[in-house]
């Protein structure tokens, strides 16, 4: 699903038959449907014989992925359910190269004859594309595995939980943020289990099971008498998880101006403060632009490290594969190969990975059948890595693919997504208050709220949920209309130290949107709560009259 | 799937509603075909061609709604589904905002579909492709783009006897050029129906235009500056617009059409007098479908008349609540322009900035509509009325409803197509004062 379809199913509590209008959401169906699994030597068997029939026609590498996508989705307002779906897609999508070029097809008709047929479309338009190729695709070695699998370490699945306990959990939600003052909310638990098959010619035949959840609401309270809203979104952070991130224990919990979950989520208590605060919000100091120290929660700094970070060090962004739509990248070859460019300063150190328990990227193996592992990106402050595929790898002397490719179904052809990219936290104790007591003149942002950045992502905008002042190393009372903007390389050259491992969480998204047609993916970003100096802060505020 | 003629459509949903037991039964069937290639550094990068089909079937006992789909149209599987559906709307818990399934209507006839989109082979999607791939080539410039097409079918039917069919078919397509060195970037983009109305080459000479003539830009000063937006780049503000007429939304007091004590600004000026944005399903520039999901009709609908907000769209509950019509939010939409081109906008310009495409954008303040975003692969300023030197790209804080209220000038009406939401629209070039830029960005 993309972003702004879930957009609109969170605005509009759109009918069943609505979502299933949208190819990805794939076709509905009843819930115990989705606890049913597929044969694995059923999947092989239909695997071999797209392998086979490409490699008939021509073909001198393939891979099949044979996806089953389950996504639950649980819509209430105030009290009312206004939809439970169940969806279910399931396909097939085949990758060759022939006459050195990528070709692509895919079906949902699963029998023989149709398999091989998509196989052969597949030979059929890399054959025909590769007259306009200018070089023809060098892949990077890799081993087969042989019949492999993963599964996601989850405690419960979050099918297995009954659609009336959700539905009670929200509706529960809901009823404290009303009785908190809130004048409407609109909650939603999302949950997808990926059931994915990968073959390739390499000897690959890798099983994966991953699951994910997001519980998730919008807060409105409004002024009857001057017409003003105002909006509190939840700090949850969508997770790789199962039902168990909803069963907050009181270590999973930090207390603050407000409180921060780490792990596990208590979501009727954050509705409960939402609807507080939203209130508060609409009493708040409008901010006085100009420029202030940032301390940034990770509930907030995850977008920014996902925007100004995971997107500029993507490969295929710096080679210019994505100059149509998404961009390039300030990040060019020349600042990688100088081993001096400095990305940020020493306190910033950022890892790529798809290992971290918990992450929405967490994955075995990704989707062209390569092992996951960890890497830097920024050491020290440089930059040292980017995310690589199999037919890049050669291109940054690189003698194995870095494990991120990968598609948003069986439909959408593979390619180059983000791993999880995460801000190390420091070494030394340091705890939040111990940042914010070095502040004189600053603002705490909880929370992620607007954001935008250019297309080769130097310049950013960002705004928040929750915005505190801080004078003198104290936290002054809450602002408003508060955005700030910056040069990516400035800012993270501005970074004045982080918060120790203990303040560690991840934050994430369900849909970073790339590539023509459009894929989402799920990703996490790490950190620690993060001091920024001196960054330029505008006032949002107009009139429209 | 192939795509099903009327009578095959309609001879489906029937056998399908005849094994409805429920109080209400509702079928939906959607189902085509669709290719594309993407290109980048002069090069094809990826395709593919994706098939796809489904059958939607909701029943209602009482204000209780079960929805199960399928994309097996046997017998035995059509029955499963009914079935499914039925035992589905059984489980569920009561819709206190249910509403009963329509009763027949009357559509026009649709005129979305173009034979020559649908019969597309992927050597001619391939030539479409060279054809582009040359103008870069030639130019010693570097191409990345992105051509896609697709037809499909769709078609309802309901216990009540409402019966719907469409067929449609589109081809968007979408070029950025760049210089070699990466100091130069230009854009274009394409929507049709009809794949024969589209030039890749003729869009690719604009976009190779703008590369080198982008080159060296100058960084002039973020404020507020007069700017020439073309379509592609208005039609990512304007589009917020329509997306916000929601009238629960502003009934609700949460949307910028929403006012203090529970009021809305329906029927209040709120733009310049020479804008009015309607929708047509039937305009021949650009047709859309003539009836929605839920079976209502597509009609010709001002929304913004002279500056005046003239009508919300309603979900079916929220019409029925409110006791109005029930106006479906349109497809896509039309915004009346002048007779000038852009060029004699440029002309009449002392002082300017042309803006190629506008990206990134989000919402800042759902309050106000403000908007954030950048300029992006062609910004030129405009002096004497004449372009004078390429400039640096701008991040923009703007809200659409104030932008026009700043209107100096209206261009000829042209199809463009929305890089954030993909959609085609009819829009004018606009002059605009007062367009409030706030950083400069180094982005090519």
Redesign the interface.
């Known amino acids: 699903m993309k972003r702004r379809d879930f957009i609109h199913l969170a605005g509009m509590g759109a009918s069943a038959a609505v979502l299933a209008g949208i190819p990805s959401f794939g076709k509905a169906i009843p819930p115990e449907r989705a606890l049913e699994t597929i044969d694995v030597a059923q999947k092989k068997q239909m695997a071999d014989v797209a392998l086979n029939a490409a490699r008939s026609k021509g073909a001198t590498y393939t891979d099949v992925r044979i996806g089953r996508y389950l996504n639950q989705f649980v819509i209430t307002r105030e009290d009312k359910v206004e939809n439970i779906v169940n969806t279910e897609s399931y396909g097939m999508g085949v990758r060759v190269i022939a006459n050195g070029g990528w070709g692509f097809a895919a079906t949902d008709k699963l029998d023989k004859d149709s398999i091989a047929k998509t196989a052969e479309l597949a030979v059929a338009i890399a054959k025909e594309n590769s007259r306009l190729l200018s070089e023809p695709v060098q892949l990077v070695p890799q081993k087969g595995y042989g019949e492999v699998s993963w599964k996601a370490p989850i405690e419960k699945n979050s099918f297995e939980v009954p659609v009336k306990e959700k539905v009670d959990l929200l509706l529960s939600v809901n009823d404290a943020a009303i009785k908190g003052g809130a004048n409407y909310i609109n909650s939603f638990l999302f949950t997808v289990n990926e059931q994915k098959y990968f073959a390739s010619t390499d000897g690959s035949y890798i099983d994966q099971d991953i699951h994910r959840i997001w519980p998730t609401f919008f807060i409105t309270k409004i002024d009857a008498a001057t017409g003003k809203f105002e909006t509190r979104n939840a700090l949850s952070a969508p997770m790789g998880m199962g039902y168990e991130y909803l069963n907050a224990r009181p270590q999973d919990k930090i207390k603050g101006p407000t409180t921060l979950y780490k792990g596990r989520y208590d979501m009727i208590e954050d509705a409960r403060a939402g609807a507080q605060q939203a209130g508060e919000k609409l009493k708040a100091k409008s901010v006085e632009a100009g420029k202030y120290d940032l301390i940034l929660d990770p509930s907030h700094l995850w977008l920014t490290i996902h925007e100004s970070v995971g997107h500029p060090t993507e490969l295929d962004r710096v080679l210019g594969y994505e100059a149509n739509f998404a961009g390039t990248s300030f990040l060019t070859l020349d600042k990688w190969e100088s081993k001096k460019f400095n990305f940020g300063n020493k306190n910033v150190n950022l890892f790529a990975d798809k290992q971290q328990i918990g992450s929405l990227g967490a994955v075995g193996y990704d989707d062209e059948g390569v092992q996951c592992g960890r890497w830097d990106l920024v050491k020290d402050g440089i930059l040292v890595n980017y995310q690589a595929i199999r037919d890049q790898a050669h291109i940054i002397g690189l003698t194995a693919s870095q494990g991120c490719c990968y598609a948003d179904s069986w439909s959408s052809v593979q390619f180059q997504r983000m791993p999880n990219v995460s801000l190390q936290a420091s070494k030394e104790k340091r705890s939040v208050d111990d940042l914010i007591k070095n502040v004189e003149k600053g603002i705490y942002i909880i929370g992620d709220g607007s954001f935008s950045i250019d297309q080769q992502r130097y310049n950013f905008q960002f705004g928040g949920q929750l915005y505190y002042e801080i004078k003198n190393g104290k936290i002054a009372g809450m602002l408003k209309d508060v955005a700030y903007q910056a040069n990516t390389h400035e800012f993270w050259n501005s970074c004045a130290g982080t918060a120790d491992e203990s303040d560690y969480r991840l934050g994430g998204s369900f849909f970073d949107g790339k590539g023509q047609p459009s894929q989402s993916s799920a990703v996490s970003h790490g950190s620690a709560t993060t001091h920024f100096k001196g960054v330029n802060v505008i006032n949002t505020s107009r009139n429209i009259g | 799937m192939p795509i099903l003629t009327k009578d095959e459509a309609q001879a489906l949903l029937k056998k399908v509603l005849s094994y409805s037991k429920a109080e209400q039964c509702?079928v939906?069937i959607?189902g085509g075909d669709s290719g594309?290639?993407?290109?980048?550094?002069?090069?094809?990068?990826?395709?593919?061609?994706?098939?796809?089909?489904?059958l939607?079937v909701?029943s209602a006992f009482g204000k209780k709604?079960g929805?199960?789909?399928?994309?097996e149209f046997d017998d035995a599987s059509l029955q499963k589904v009914v079935k499914?559906s039925e035992?589905?709307a059984q489980l569920?818990?009561e819709?206190?905002?249910f509403v009963p399934f329509l009763e027949p209507q009357k559509y026009a006839e649709p005129i979305t579909f173009v034979q020559a989109t649908a019969s597309i082979t992927?050597?001619q999607r391939?030539d479409a492709?060279?054809q582009s791939?040359q103008v870069s080539k030639d130019n010693k410039q570097?191409a990345?783009?992105?051509f896609?097409d697709n037809k499909a079918f769709s078609a309802m039917m309901n216990s009540k006897g409402l019966f719907a069919y469409n067929t449609a078919t589109n081809v968007n397509f979408?070029?950025?050029v760049?210089t070699a060195d990466?100091k130069g970037?230009g854009?274009a983009t394409r929507g049709y129906n009809d794949f024969t109305k589209l030039d890749t080459k003729a869009a690719t000479e604009i976009a190779t235009q703008k590369s080198m003539k982008s080159a060296a830009a100058k960084a002039i000063e973020p404020g507020k500056y007069t700017v020439i937006l073309e379509p592609a780049a208005a039609a990512v503000l304007l589009e917020r617009i329509l997306f916000d007429l929601?009238a629960r939304?502003a009934d609700?007091?949460?949307s910028?059409f929403?006012?203090?004590?529970?009021?809305t600004r329906l029927g209040e000026k709120?733009m310049d007098e020479r804008v009015t944005i309607y929708s047509d399903p039937l305009n021949p520039e650009l047709p859309t479908s003539t009836w929605n999901?839920?079976g209502r009709p597509h009609e010709k609908t001002t929304w913004i008349e002279k500056g005046v907000v003239k009508n919300f769209s309603y979900?079916r509950y929220w019409a029925q609540k409110k006791n109005v019509k029930a106006i479906p939010s349109p497809n896509s939409f039309i915004m009346e322009g002048g007779t000038k081109s852009l060029q004699d906008l440029i002309a009449g310009t002392k002082k300017g900035i042309l803006v190629t495409r506008l990206?990134?954008?989000?919402?800042?303040?759902?309050?106000?509509?403000?908007l954030?975003?950048?300029t992006?692969d062609g910004t030129f300023y405009i002096e004497n009325g004449k372009i004078q030197y390429p400039i640096k790209?701008f991040?923009f804080?703007e809200?659409p409803?104030?932008m026009l209220n700043n209107l100096e000038e209206l261009g000829a009406v042209e199809r463009t197509v929305s890089?954030e939401?993909?959609n085609n629209y009819l829009i004018p070039p606009m002059k605009i004062r007062d367009f409030t830029f706030?950083?400069?960005?180094?982005?090519?």
């Open positions: 509702e939906n959607y594309n290639i993407r290109y980048a550094r002069n090069s094809v990068s990826t395709s593919g061609n994706i098939s796809q089909s489904t939607i909701s709604l929805t199960a789909t399928i994309n499914r035992e589905l569920a818990p819709n206190p905002e992927p050597k391939t492709v060279a791939l570097v990345a783009g992105f896609e979408s070029v950025t760049r990466g970037s854009y929601d939304q609700e007091g949460r910028s929403s006012k203090a004590g529970g009021k709120l999901g839920d979900s990206w990134y954008i989000r919402d800042v303040d759902p309050q106000t509509l403000l954030t975003g950048l992006r790209n991040r804080n809200s409803i104030i890089v939401s993909n706030t950083s400069l960005s180094d982005a090519i």
